[in-house]
């Protein structure tokens, strides 16, 4: 038996953002291996659909809107949860949003929608649900996700890679809080490389300057065309999590050359090196 399906055979699963690609795809999975979820996205129809295909097929699940970048929603959630079911198994910050434009001209709304979703809906996922899960006494795995581009620099995505890299910083720091106290909760750091979502459809750029358009549409092709297959990677990120692996890949070998170069940059204090895909799709 696959590690995944003894370890999340049952017992309770929130993800955040499960309306829509990775999210919906954990859900799916989570449900399939016989947990109950809880499908929260800011889109209530979409949380909706995703939980219409869990029960479709023979699985539980339950949907719930909730914004995580709003912590009163996130606390609301917690309890919402915890009094209905008394616990949480499995817990995934997914939601996240891609921002495309000139750092200057991105305007402050994006940049604070950005900042909120991406890092404080995964401290709000924290904050809300460990004292809980704490309390229970039971076994977690806790996965948050981050990105390869949490380890590069991308000009014209700024603003994502400043939340990536914060997120990476904020689950490692959180692994070891829960080292240092002994507790049973794994965190896990979930890397996608390119996978075949919504996250750079045209809709999703709604707010972003007129000149990111470009760069958004080259995004979304190159990932329609290249990009994993959503099912196979959530299968990949939940058996690695059930192997209690802090690092979580879908492409390894992408992380690596990545990590690799960051190590390089980092160790010889060189310039930013621009990505060769930057220029191929840069921002006007
Ligand atoms: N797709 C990839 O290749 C890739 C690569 C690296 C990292 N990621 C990360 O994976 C996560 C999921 O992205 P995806 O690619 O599946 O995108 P997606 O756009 O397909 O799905 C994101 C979901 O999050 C929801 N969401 C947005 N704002 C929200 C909010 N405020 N509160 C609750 N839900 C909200 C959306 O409604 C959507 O359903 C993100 O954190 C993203 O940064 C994705």
């Given at each position: 038996m696959a590690r995944d399906a003894a370890v999340f055979k049952d017992g309770v699963a929130v993800i955040t953002g499960a309306g829509s690609g990775i999210g919906a795809g954990l859900a799916r999975r989570a449900g399939a291996l016989g947990m109950t979820v809880i499908v929260t996205d800011v889109n209530a129809a979409s949380a909706a659909q995703t939980v219409a295909a869990?029960?479709?097929?023979?699985?539980?699940?339950?949907?719930?809107?909730?914004?995580?970048?709003?912590?009163?929603?996130?606390?609301?959630?917690?309890?919402?949860?915890?009094?209905?079911?008394?616990?949480?198994?499995?817990?995934?910050?997914?939601?996240?949003?891609?921002?495309?434009?000139?750092?200057?001209?991105?305007?402050?709304?994006?940049?604070?929608?950005?900042?909120?979703?991406?890092?404080?809906?995964?401290?709000?996922?924290?904050?809300?649900?460990?004292?809980?899960?704490?309390?229970?006494?039971?076994?977690?795995?806790?996965?948050?996700?981050?990105?390869?581009?949490?380890?590069?620099?991308?000009?014209?995505?700024?603003?994502?890679?400043v939340t990536k890299h914060a997120v990476q910083a904020f689950s490692e720091c959180l692994y070891l809080e829960m080292e240092l106290k002994s507790l049973p909760i794994h965190v896990s750091s979930i890397v996608p490389g390119m996978m075949r979502t919504n996250i750079f459809n045209a809709e999703a750029g709604a707010g972003e300057p007129a000149s990111a358009s470009g760069h958004r549409r080259a995004m979304f092709e190159m990932m329609r065309e290249h990009g994993m297959d959503i099912d196979e990677g959530c299968r990949l990120f939940l058996e690695q999590m059930a192997d209690g692996q802090f690092w979580v890949h879908s492409h390894p070998d992408m992380s690596e050359e990545i990590i690799a170069g960051r190590i390089r940059f980092l160790q010889d204090q060189i310039p930013p090196i621009m990505p060769d895909l930057a220029r191929q799709i840069a921002v006007d």
């Open positions: 869990i029960t479709a097929a023979g699985g539980k699940a339950e949907a719930e809107r909730v914004d995580v970048s709003i912590p009163e929603e996130m606390d609301r959630l917690a309890e919402l949860v915890f009094a209905r079911h008394g616990e949480v198994r499995l817990l995934i910050n997914n939601a996240g949003i891609e921002t495309v434009g000139n750092t200057w001209e991105v305007p402050t709304a994006r940049w604070e929608a950005t900042l909120n979703i991406n890092i404080h809906g995964v401290i709000h996922g924290v904050r809300a649900f460990v004292p809980r899960i704490i309390a229970s006494g039971k076994e977690a795995w806790i996965g948050n996700l981050s990105s390869v581009g949490a380890f590069g620099q991308m000009p014209g995505q700024t603003a994502y890679t």
